[in-house]
């Protein structure tokens, strides 16, 4: 079945250390986005990218860091650096047939929780 | 500060009736406003697409309208059912290529 997987569905980290999200897509989509939501708040885009080996910044990329090295892959570090990282994180992706007209199709997300 | 807002927060309606909620984004710079519904423990899925000031769109017994000069948006569902208790999330695509979701609609159906 085409879709998007993320793992781990939980994850605990200690405070101080790095952390990697996965999410895979067999859609064969170009562009890939990840996102995190915070109890109250819309998502909130972190990083996106449209192509492998480019990915650009989103609202709060800050203390976070992705990489793009295959198509079908855009996993998300979670840096010692991101001072309050406890949220849910999304990812999803779409094709870039028009910017604005296609929809993105989502992982069904991972809750990370700082001890 | 782009602002997408959604209201109300959360909504209790009694299966059978029908029920609408607004999304409210800023009116300049407006390329297009996507819904999408996300129910427990699933990921959130695209309903519709909107780009045109007037549209409007229908899927089943859900509708959605679109003004682009007000900047709101309103989805409407007849004759709600339990299969319909989600939270609905809209998010608005600037021309300035951000993409700003709203905090979401929680919808409950009462049997």
Known sequence: ?115 | ILNVEQSPQSLHVQEGDSTNFTCSFPSSNFYALHWYRWETAKSPEALFVMTLNGDEKKKGRISATLNTKEGYSYLYIKGSQPEDSATYLCAYYSSASKIIFGSGTRLSIRP
């Open chain 1, 1 to 115: 079945d085409g879709g998007i997987t993320q793992s781990p569905k939980y994850l605990f980290r200690k405070e101080g250390q790095n952390v990697t999200l996965s999410c895979e897509q067999n859609l064969n989509h170009d562009a890939m986005y990840w996102y995190r939501q915070d109890p109250g708040q819309g998502l909130r885009l972190i990083y996106y990218s449209q192509i492998v080996n480019d990915f650009q910044k989103g609202d709060i990329a800050e203390g976070y860091s992705v990489s793009r090295e295959k198509k079908e892959s855009f996993p998300l570090t979670v840096t010692s650096a991101q001072k309050n990282p406890t949220a849910f994180y999304l990812c999803a992706s779409s094709s870039l047939t028009e910017y604005g007209t296609d929809t993105q199709y989502f992982g069904p997300g991972t809750r990370l929780t700082v001890l």
